[in-house]
């Protein structure tokens, strides 16, 4: 019989990292879920905390962390543009140290480490789609660096760990994923189009609308995730998500159209920096690890609607 793993999740009290601590038990695994709350919730993990294979840390991954473990899967960041720009010190923080924190726990323990990167690190592209050789368009000072920039130098990070030091790394980028076990007050543009439609209040739609995203369900990405962990001898980059690609208007107009709701879009400023157009290409995905999401926009966004109105009890 094969040894129980020991996995590591940071921020796994979060949206993704809470959907991963599932994945991970519901296969045999023995999963350590470390977690500071900033943007995670009990909530998300409450139904898990009776299970034999499950523990919780709270933690900040900006301080050094001492435990034996098999696997490490990095994903303690705030992600949504409000949360990770309401510190903007404490993000930076939270990616370079605790990237490097986790790469030395990595190193010492000879244990695998992916880090939960992200498709902000082509900041706001000039080439669409995005593949990984694309080195991205990212302003260094704006309001969004303290996530892109600190994001890119994490990659740097674990790149050098691996060529110095032969730690076995793995990097994904992320495009938006959204799904169950967001918070109502994320403030991502799904769940703030679900919420607002559900409360009937004005849908608030930056700008005209036409900006693009390609909007990927959680249990896509997770698989993704794994599979690509399990995948020997490739760090990537390589990008995950969805590759539908829809204007932020579509959404708007297709969660009222699900929701059945008579809120009413507004137009709100642009936010600075707010990237124009993104696509994942997802070839190097398709071919290392045979990804293919499965699941529709109009399905998870189903899902989704289904968990937000009983999260806020409608
Ligand atoms: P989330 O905000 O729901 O989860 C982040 C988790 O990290 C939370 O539980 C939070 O409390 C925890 N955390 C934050 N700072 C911490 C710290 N210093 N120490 C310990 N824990 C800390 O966001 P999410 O959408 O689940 O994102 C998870 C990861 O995936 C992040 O690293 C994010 O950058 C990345 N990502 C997500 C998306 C997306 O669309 N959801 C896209 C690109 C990248
Ligand atoms: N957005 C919007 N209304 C909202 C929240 C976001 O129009 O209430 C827009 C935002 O300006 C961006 C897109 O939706 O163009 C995606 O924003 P989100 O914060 O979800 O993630 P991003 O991809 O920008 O990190």
């Known amino acids: 019989m094969q040894k129980q793993k020991t996995i590591l999740i940071t921020g796994g ?31 998300n993990i409450v139904d898990l905390l009776d299970n034999r294979n499950f523990e919780i840390i709270r933690h900040d ?38 990237v490097l924190n986790m790469l030395g726990l990595a190193r010492r323990t000879r244990s695998k480490i992916l880090q939960a990167s992200t498709s902000e690190v082509y900041g706001d592209p000039e080439v ?26 994490a990659e740097t990070m674990c790149f050098d760990y ?17 799904g169950p076990n967001m918070d109502i007050n994320d403030g991502r543009v799904v769940s703030n189009f679900i919420v ?13 609308g036409s900006q ?15 599979d690509f962990m399990d995948n020997p001898d490739f760090t990537g980059p390589m990008n995950l998500g969805n590759d539908g690609e829809f204007t932020i208007l579509e959404l708007a107009e297709k969660v009222i159209q699900l929701t059945g709701s008579k809120s009413k879009i507004i137009h709100k400023d642009l936010p600075v920096d707010d990237p124009t157009r993104r696509r994942p290409d997802l070839t190097l995905a398709r071919s290392r690890i045979n990804y293919e999401p499965q699941v529709k926009l109009e399905d998870g966004l189903k899902e989704t609607i289904a968990y937000f109105k009983s999260a806020i009890g409608n």
């Open 13 to 43: 009290a979060g949206f993704i990292g809470s959907h991963l601590c599932r994945k991970l038990l519901n296969r045999g695994d023995y999963v350590l879920c470390v977690d500071n709350f900033f943007t995670g919730r009990r909530q």
């Open 128 to 153: 669409h789609p995005q593949s990984e050789s694309y080195t991205g368009n990212v302003n260094i000072t704006g309001p969004r660096s303290c996530y892109d920039e600190s994001k890119r130098a």
């Open 196 to 208: 607002q439609a559900l409360r009937g209040e004005d849908i608030t739609v930056y700008g005209d």
């Open 162 to 178: 691996h060529r110095t030091h032969g730690v076995d790394i793995r990097v994904v980028r992320i495009f938006n994923t959204y």
């Open 212 to 226: 693009t995203r390609s909007f990927c369900y959680v249990s896509d990405l997770v698989r993704g995730i794994v």
């Open 61 to 98: 991954v900006v301080e050094p962390l001492y435990v034996e473990v098999d696997e490490i899967y990095n994903m303690a960041c705030p992600a949504s543009p409000p949360h990770y720009q309401y510190n903007s010190i404490k993000t930076m923080k939270t990616s370079v140290i605790g």
